[in-house]
């Protein structure tokens, strides 16, 4: 009995673990987020007399509100409206010197640099994922009869293609539960198995651990080949039916 409760108490912590940990940092991050600008803007708004404070609560423009710091979300709608104009500015290539003076001076400020500059690696790595890799593919490593799942990055040329004088794939090989780092294998072409999964099926398989498994899609083509089947098969048997 102890056994059996130790086991629902895990699959229930597996199954509720995504749950709460994908509300826990959408929670964290509107509450930074928020608390980033709204505490200043609520202070420039009661400068402007828009609202004020009365029993430690907020009235804005007479109206009483339920917040007593700041108006809660103000901080998150500008920050979204910044972030929106800041990238149609970089896309549209205008206040290119504005941006780029921004990024220089985070560059060149100690400690504040490093930071930067690995938050930069990483939003550029995640960012070029899905165009950089081209599909999923499984190789034999790291011995025969183990089997990982990688990347396919371009087909070898140059040298290498010329040294191994064997027709050879670049495959990266990331690392769980972390994909920005990992390793590049160049594997003959007749040793790759090329997986019908997506990119990003395979990006969630990694980063899971194996946790998320994505769907066979022969099975399931199968499977629906079989219902169609199936509902053919009832279709005639009740149109004899019907004839008899």
């Keep these: 009995m102890w056994k059996r409760f130790q086991k629902n108490i895990i699959a229930g912590i597996i199954f509720l673990l995504p749950a ?3 509300i826990y940092v959408i929670q964290f991050l509107f509450t930074l987020v928020d608390s ?11 400068a402007l007399n828009i609202i004020t404070t009365v029993d430690s609560r907020i009235y804005f423009l007479g109206v009483y509100t339920p917040f007593s710091e700041r108006l809660l979300g103000i901080g998150f709608v500008l920050t979204i409206i910044l972030l929106t104009w800041v990238g149609a500015l970089r896309l ?6 504005v941006l780029d003076s921004i990024d220089q001076t985070f560059r060149k400020i100690p400690i504040a640099n490093s930071i930067y500059t690995s938050v ?6 995640f960012a070029q994922e899905r165009t950089s890799f081209q599909n999923v593919v499984l190789v034999e490593y790291p011995r025969k009869g183990l089997y990982t799942v990688g990347f396919q990055t371009g087909e070898s040329k140059g040298e290498v293609q010329r040294v191994t004088s064997k027709e050879c794939i670049n495959v990266f090989l990331p690392t769980t539960p972390n994909p920005t780092s990992g390793w590049l294998l160049l594997v003959p072409k007749e040793d790759v198995i090329e997986l019908d999964m997506t990119v990003e099926q395979g990006l969630k398989f990694i980063i899971s ?8 899609r022969e099975v399931q083509d199968e499977q629906a080949e079989a219902i169609v089947d199936k509902e053919k098969m009832l279709v005639q048997l009740r149109s004899k039916q019907e004839d008899h």
């Design 20 to 22: 709460i940990a994908t």
């Design 120 to 125: 930069e690696q990483i939003i550029h790595a």
């Design 36 to 46: 980033f600008l709204g505490s200043f803007i609520t202070g420039i708004l009661k």
């Design 92 to 97: 549209r290539g205008r206040g290119v010197k």
């Design 209 to 216: 651990g194996g946790v998320v498994v994505p769907p066979d």
